[in-house]
């Protein structure tokens, strides 16, 4: 992981390991699936190993404010994720490469990495989006009460912290993946009355 967290520096990183001489894969695992915001000429269902999707990232961006601030998903240390790749043409790449770190690294919160990903057709190695749990953006796990608050009330640029949970829980069991916590997450949602004239999440 870089010391430097600087936004640019990370990209120039990213963008040397990528090499622009080749397709650009991209793992999502949460809002990457229903909302990519770039051009990709594939995409595919994956597997990656060693890491697993948490609700645990503190958002003052995206999903919150510094005052009121949400949760999104990043990938952590441990277990492994299901999720999709995308391939972006390697003549597209640069281009969609730097719309993606717009999106995704305002504030050069994620540890960006090169990662192996298993698909039918075969491995690829994909950029994802990690976090570490020694970042000041990894709060660890919640309880309940806090999540509900954070629920009710954090809000940022792209929406809230509750239409996030809800979209992505949505997404995933389109795509046919499960994903137990973010699925009791819905129902913590709905038993506290948070889903009026919201999306519904069919969960058991």
Not at 61 to 71: A, D, F, I, M, S
Not at 106 to 111: I, V
């Amino acid at each position: 992981m870089l010391d430097d967290r600087d936004p640019a520096t990370l990209f120039d990183a990213a963008h040397a390991r990528w090499g622009a001489d080749r397709d650009l894969w991209v793992f999502g695992y949460a809002s990457l699936i229903w909302r990519p915001e770039f051009e990709a000429a594939e995409r595919r269902p994956a597997l990656l190993h060693g890491w697993h999707r948490s609700l645990q990232m503190y958002s003052s961006v995206n999903r919150g404010t510094p005052e009121v601030p949400g949760l999104v998903c990043a990938l952590v240390s441990g277990g492994s994720c299901r999720g999709v790749v995308y391939r972006v043409e390697r003549e597209r790449g640069e281009r969609e490469l730097r719309r993606l770190w717009a999106r995704e690294m305002p504030d050069g919160a994620y540890d960006p990495r090169w990662l192996p990903c298993r698909t039918a057709e075969g491995n690829v190695e994909a950029l994802a989006f990690t976090l570490s749990r020694r970042s000041p953006h990894h709060l660890g796990r919640l309880g309940d009460a806090q999540v509900v608050e954070v629920l009710r009330h954090a809000t940022g640029r792209f929406g809230t912290t509750l239409d996030y949970l809800l979209q992505t829980a949505a997404s995933l069991r389109d795509c046919g993946i499960r994903d137990r916590e973010l699925e009791r997450l819905v129902t913590l949602a709905r038993r506290h009355g948070l889903l009026t004239g919201r999306i519904q999440v069919d969960v058991p």
